[in-house]
């Protein structure tokens, strides 16, 4: 029984000087990767560096007998990110840190007795040290009954197997339901121009394999690929689209990319499964759309159940969690239940980028089976991650096994195919009512902010600008490219910073231009939408002078707030109901004023006029009484450095210390010390970009401050200090700031980073322990427990939050929020709350992080808890400024008209919060200039209801497609997600339909 040829011992190692020695054993890797070395190996270090490897390869002489009924393969395995086998001076095959394996047939010369000279030129990749994994020469049958017993060796493997699984030696119940896979990501240590070329490659070798190997199925996504693909490269589209119509080209799809899963926001990750699903339906109506194939993201918000739902979807898909560092995830098949109820069936996949190895794949088999209870398993062989795909050798290894009695059935289909059947396990199967955190990759949060800060800033102008165009009707610009735009850098490895710098830079452009064009097209939509509406402030008394008319709008449906703004310097006036008023002013050093806008309810409009301040026009009227104004008071006997910061709705206590304490407006304190701003050294971790170091805290670092804070503005419409330090070589700046009408403290810390492998972190001591803490995600709030008990609460030492953490005291809840402008990794434990700020990671970027940044978040006491301190809403405020314009002088239909304040769409109420208002158009199955859809979550434990106002009829409930579904009331459930078909009332009509 001929064994496969071992041929790591035999390779030669070329040094850089010229001669050769054994590769295998080498000083080097004995002496930095002892553990590699003990498996064979054959290692060289990291960082780019090439190995040259050479080998005369004769046929053995007790093989020659065997010619006639055998062939000979080089099956080879690497770590490196380039990868050249040359025989004879010419080469074969080229492979990288994908493309990791290749299983060449040797030529008829060979089995003839002629040697073949055989190189390896291995690149190891830059992040990591390079191996050969393994090299041997296998011998397969040409007649699949295996005369020769050529595959006997591996079979009594698979009895090996099974019988360590407690079975005989047959392959028992159950097959192995085979489709040809091809992993791509959109970018990563790649641009984004070599994906396009890749996804072509990847789709042209499927359908040519498809001619070769009638069996073949071929599964891939994403809708943002063929959308590309149908515009540039239509013929190749056209035979995907045959070969869907045929069945063995599979659209597995979703979302509008397989994008990050915690960074984003509700409306964002949304907006993902409705412009993924509403493209599939329109693009592949053939086939069915109720899978979320999300093989790779770095972990699932707890909400995403319940927006997968609301555009159909009924599986999700995915095989992340298996590289959980920790805690092996429980389960393989399950129900995923979101907090409000609504629930997917959930699949947790073969590995990606696999092959047709017979072991592997009765081991995988035979897992499943012992884990799920369910006979057939799912195997998806092809090169991943850079595309590629099944090749010929996969394929005929495939069609080899699938002939021997040892090994278990094969049955080539779809994943479609594949999932009917378990839908009538759905019963049965256990039900998960939390997140799928992922044990791994906790830096994503924290890693390259500036993505962060685009993401959150193009998806407010484009849910801006919906919003203006819903509320006025009229037709604008398609928003559907620049949203793809948005949808398309929320990929999994660009949003959370993963990739290499040339993805960054090229991305640059693309958020650039597109928030361009949102803001015109919100500026345009409300410009024209308010000066119909009504007038701004009137200017009439005051021909030729050099009055202007603003209109400030708040574009959230937000409850009842004054909000302390910066407008240019001048006389400003109020239009109201009794007249104008003239609004107190405080100047700003950098320029301008500071000034209150008295509450502002829903989505509200108020109408200014400003003068400049020597006009002589109403210059001695006595202004509006500021709300909540901001007091600085000296502390007595605390010391000339001491002072109390104050507006009645919170206060702080600002020292040499900087923040040393914070009080809620009862003055009850908030902080057990100091707010700490700590630095520490972040290195040693595989996936640099990706995971923060397990024993960072171990390796603190000096973090040092220049002096005592310095007041630059002190009331009483807002008070501001600045602090300044060092942490190495960066300078750091801490502005604090307080305005009037506000209940949080408002911190900046801006920075020329130029550090290395550190973390910066904001640690913030409570005054009172928490017994549970809670964070806004993706779909919805999480609440946790203070102290971790279990060891999958341990795991969970840094989580993403998009907008707000707070902590939660016993009894009715006191405790303390963060409002962040967001996402960001934050952490919670009974004594403190924590959120990491910078980092500065080198692989794959090796700038990343560097330059000038600057991160912002505030301090909310929460008296009651975070629901009745409004913690989500008060988020909003802070990270989504008011739209503050001038206007066109004396346009709208009259002075009378603007004498008071808008409301375009009421406040929604406690703990609702707005997700998405916007059109609908003909691709929603609505007619043009008809209905919006209103998509509105419940953030709460307790039904409530709302209204659309006067000036809409509620056409009934729909999904998040727009698709009816019945006649519901504007009513949500606790935690819920709702979504509405809304129309505006006709001119002149007396009521309005509302709820």
Not at 702 to 710: K, L
Not at 762 to 776: F, G, K, Q
């Amino acid at each position: 029984m001929p064994r496969p040829l071992d041929l790591q011992p035999l390779w030669q190692a070329i040094q850089p000087g010229g001669g050769s020695g054994p590769a295998l054993g080498g000083e080097w890797g004995l002496r930095h990767r002892p553990d590699w070395a003990a498996r064979g190996l054959i290692i060289w270090p990291r960082g780019g560096q090439w190995c040259h490897l050479r080998l005369h390869c004769p046929c053995p002489e007790a093989w020659a007998p065997l010619a006639e009924g055998a062939r000979a393969r080089l099956a080879l395995r690497w770590w490196a990110d380039s990868a050249e086998l040359w025989v004879d001076g010419e080469r074969i095959h080229s492979g990288d840190l994908f493309d990791t394996a290749c299983r060449w047939p040797l030529p008829e010369r060979w089995w003839r007795g002629e040697a073949l000279d055989l190189e390896l030129r291995l690149r190891s990749p830059v992040h990591d040290d390079g191996a050969l994994i393994s090299s041997r020469i296998e011998l397969e049958p040409l007649d699949p009954a295996d005369p020769l017993g050529l595959l006997a060796a591996t079979a009594d493997e698979l009895r090996q197997l099974r019988r360590e699984h407690r079975h005989d030696g047959a392959p028992g119940e159950g097959v192995i339901q085979v489709l040809g896979h091809a992993h791509l990501d959109l970018a990563w240590l790649w641009p984004v121009a070599d994906t396009w070329q890749a996804a072509e490659r990847t789709f042209a070798s499927a359908l040519d394999l498809m001619e070769r190997f009638e069996t073949l199925h071929f599964g891939h996504s994403t809708p943002a690929l063929y959308a590309w693909l149908e515009r540039h490269r239509p013929a190749l589209f056209e035979r995907v689209r045959r070969a869907m119509w045929e069945g063995r080209f599979e659209p597995l799809n979703g979302p509008w990319v397989e994008s990050d899963c915690v960074l984003l926001s509700t409306t964002s990750l949304l907006r993902q499964f409705q412009e993924g699903q509403a493209y599939s339906l329109r693009t592949f109506p053939e086939w069915s759309h109720q899978l979320a194939w999300l093989p790779d993201s770095f972990g699932f918000a707890a909400g995403l159940p319940a927006l997968a739902a609301a555009t159909g979807l009924r599986w999700f898909c995915t095989h992340k969690l298996a590289w959980n560092a920790t805690n092996p995830f429980p389960h393989r098949l399950f129900r995923w239940r979101s907090r409000c109820g609504a629930e997917v069936l959930a699949l947790m996949t073969a590995p990606i980028g696999t092959d047709g190895d017979p072991v592997a794949m009765e081991r995988y088999r035979l897992q499943w089976q012992q884990a799920s209870g369910c006979a057939d398993a799912l195997w998806l062989p092809g090169v991943g991650d850079h595309g590629g795909g099944p090749t010929a050798e996969m394929l005929e290894q495939l069609a080899l096994w699938q002939e021997q009695p040892v090994a278990a059935g094969q049955r080539h289909g779809t994943l479609r195919a594949y999932l009917e059947p378990l839908e009538s396990l759905a019963e049965q199967l256990p039900v998960w009512r939390d997140e799928l955190y992922l044990e791994l990759h906790r830096g994503c949060p924290t890693s390259r902010p500036d993505q962060k800060r685009h993401n959150r800033t193009l998806e407010r102008l484009l849910r801006e600008a919906d919003l203006a165009a819903a509320l006025f009707g009229r037709p604008a610009p398609a928003a559907t490219d620049d949203w793809r735009t948005l949808l398309f850098q929320q990929f999994h490895d660009i949003l959370p910073g993963t990739a290499i710098p040339e993805v960054f830079e090229q991305a640059e452009p693309q958020w650039r231009g597109a928030r361009r064009r949102a803001a015109r097209r919100r500026d345009r939509t409300l410009r024209l939408g308010l000066a119909a509406a009504g007038p701004c402030a009137a200017t009439a008394g005051a021909p030729g002078s050099a009055a202007e008319s603003w209109c400030v709008v708040q574009l959230q449906p937000l409850p009842a707030q004054p909000r302390t703004v910066r407008l240019p310097a001048g006389d400003w006036w109020l239009a109201a109901a009794d007249g104008e008023r003239r609004l107190a002013g405080q100047p700003a050093p950098g320029g301008g004023q500071w000034l209150q806008i008295p509450d502002l309810e829903g989505v509200g409009v108020r109408r200014l006029r400003r003068q400049a301040t020597d006009a002589g026009s109403g210059g001695e009227a006595a202004a509006t009484p500021v709300a909540g104004a901001v007091r600085l008071e000296r502390v007595a006997g605390g010391g000339p450095d001491h002072w109390r910061l104050g507006n009645g709705l919170v206060s702080a206590l600002i020292g040499p210390a900087g923040v040393e304490q914070l009080f809620d407006g009862h003055g009850r304190p908030q902080l057990a010390g100091p707010l700490a701003w700590c630095r520490w050294r972040d290195r040693g971790e595989f996936w640099d970009a990706w995971d923060l170091a397990a024993d960072y805290r171990e390796h603190p670092l000096a973090w040092t401050w220049e002096g005592v804070p310095q007041w630059l503005e002190t009331g009483p419409l807002c008070a501001r200090f600045v602090w300044r330090g060092r942490c190495g070589e960066s300078p750091v700046r801490l502005d604090g700031r307080l305005l009037a009408g506000s209940p949080w403290l408002e911190l900046v810390l801006g920075t020329q980073w130029r550090q290395r492998h550190e973390l910066l972190r904001l640690e913030i001591p409570l005054a009172d322990p928490a017994c549970r803490w809670a964070a806004d995600t993706a779909g919805g709030v999480i609440e946790r427990p203070a102290t971790a008990r279990t060891a999958r609460e341990r795991a969970r030492w840094e989580i993403s939050a998009v907008s707000w953490m707070a902590a939660v005291g016993p009894g009715r809840g006191d405790g303390l929020a963060v409002l962040l402008d967001g996402p960001q990794g934050v952490s919670a434990t009974e004594e403190r709350l924590g959120v990491s700020l910078l980092r500065a990671p080198t692989w794959p970027d090796p700038g990343a992080d560097n330059g000038w940044q600057r991160q912002r978040l505030a301090l909310l006491p929460c008296p009651g808890g975070w629901r009745a301190a409004a913690a989500p809403q008060q988020a909003t405020r802070l990270r989504e400024p008011l739209w503050c314009r001038p206007m066109a002088p004396g346009a709208g239909a009259g002075a009378e008209a603007g004498n008071q304040a808008e409301t375009l769409f009421p406040s929604l109420g406690e703990d609702l919060q707005l997700v998405a208002l916007r059109p609908l158009g003909a691709d929603d199955g609505a007619e043009a200039g008809g209905s919006v859809l209103l998509s509105v979550q419940n953030l709460g434990p307790c039904r409530r209801c709302f209204s659309a106002g006067p000036d809409w009829n509620v056409l009934g409930s729909c999904d998040a497609l727009g698709q009816p579904q019945g006649t519901e009331p504007l009513a949500l459930g606790p935690w819920q997600l709702g979504h509405w078909r809304l129309g505006r009332v006709p001119a002149g009509s007396a009521t309005a339909q509302s709820s």
